[in-house]
C-alpha cells in the first residue's frame, strides 16, 4: 500500500510495520495483560451472574406468596428486571473475554442480518445505518458472539463519532484478497484522531481514547484472535472505514498483508 493523501491516516492493524524491538516488546506485554484481564472478566462475569439468579429466584418465589395487590409486588418486578438487565451485562462481559475456542462456521453477511433490528434500534434517528451484504460468502470458522459484538461496538462507535448532524453508517462484506472475507463498517463523520489509532496500533489502554478507541482495540484484538487483520483508514472531509479479514474454514494460511 502506497503512502496515505494529505489529510489520510495511514492503516493501522497487526498488518502495520511495527520493526522495532521496544514496540514489539511493549504489543507482546500489553497483550500479556489483556489476555490476564480477560481471564479475571470471565471469573468475576461467571460469579456475579450466578448471584443475580439466585437473586432473580428469591424475587419471583416472593411473588407468589405474596397477594397481586400487596406493595412489595411492584418492587420485586422491578428488582428482576434490573436483574436481567445486569444479567445481560454479564454475557456481554463474558462475549468481550471469551477467547474465541468456542466457534461454529459463520456466514457474515447472515450475522450482520440478523443484528439489523437491533441496530436500528441503538442507532440514533440522525445516523442513516445502510447494509451492504455479498451473498454466498464463504463461512468463516469463528466465535459466534465475538463476531457479533464486535460488529455492534463498531457500528456504535461510528454513529457516536458522527455526533448530532445527519451522517450515514455502512456496513457491508464481501470477499477480499487472498480469499479472505471482509466486513466494513464505514462512516462519513470527523477522522479518527492520530493518537487513538495509535493506541490501537501499541494496544494501549483503551479507556484513554473513549468508545471508538475501545471498539477499535477491541476489534483488533478479536481479528487476531481469529487468525485475521484489523485495517483503518480515517480521511478528514471523508470519514472513516474500519475493516476486518477473516480466513475462510478451508484456510489455514497467514493473515492478509
Request: proline share 4%; with cysteine.
Amino acid at each position: 500500500m502506497g503512502k496515505p493523501r494529505a489529510g489520510e491516516r495511514a492503516t493501522v492493524g497487526s498488518d502495520a510495520a511495527e520493526s522495532a524491538d521496544t514496540v514489539g516488546a511493549s504489543v507482546t506485554l500489553r497483550r500479556q495483560q489483556l489476555e490476564s484481564l480477560g481471564v479475571v472478566t470471565r471469573r468475576v462475569a461467571h460469579q456475579l451472574n450466578n448471584h443475580l439468579m439466585s437473586l432473580m429466584g428469591r424475587a419471583e418465589l416472593a411473588t407468589v406468596t405474596l397477594s397481586a395487590r400487596h406493595p412489595a409486588v411492584a418492587q420485586l418486578a422491578l428488582a428482576e428486571q434490573a436483574a436481567r438487565q445486569a444479567g445481560e451485562l454479564c454475557q456481554q462481559l463474558l462475549a468481550y473475554a471469551e477467547d474465541g475456542r468456542a466457534r461454529a462456521e459463520l456466514e457474515l453477511s447472515a450475522v450482520v442480518r440478523g443484528l439489523d433490528a437491533l441496530l436500528r434500534a441503538v442507532v440514533a434517528r440522525n445516523v442513516e445505518l445502510r447494509l451492504e451484504l455479498a451473498e454466498s460468502l464463504p463461512r468463516v470458522p469463528a466465535c459466534s458472539s465475538q463476531i457479533r459484538q464486535v460488529v455492534v461496538f463498531l457500528a456504535l462507535s461510528a454513529a457516536e463519532a458522527i455526533g448530532e448532524g445527519d451522517g450515514v453508517v455502512r456496513i457491508s462484506t464481501r470477499r477480499a484478497e487472498a480469499r479472505f472475507v471482509e466486513l466494513e463498517v464505514a462512516d462519513d463523520g470527523p477522522e479518527i484522531p492520530a493518537r487513538t489509532l495509535a493506541r490501537v496500533l501499541e494496544l494501549r489502554d483503551a479507556a484513554e481514547g473513549g468508545g471508538r478507541g475501545a471498539a477499535l482495540v477491541a476489534a483488533r484484538l478479536i481479528a487476531e484472535r481469529h487468525g485475521g487483520a484489523l485495517r483503518v483508514l480515517s480521511r478528514a472531509g471523508v470519514g472513516s472505514s474500519v475493516r476486518i479479514l477473516l480466513p475462510p474454514g478451508d484456510d489455514g494460511g497467514a493473515a492478509p498483508r
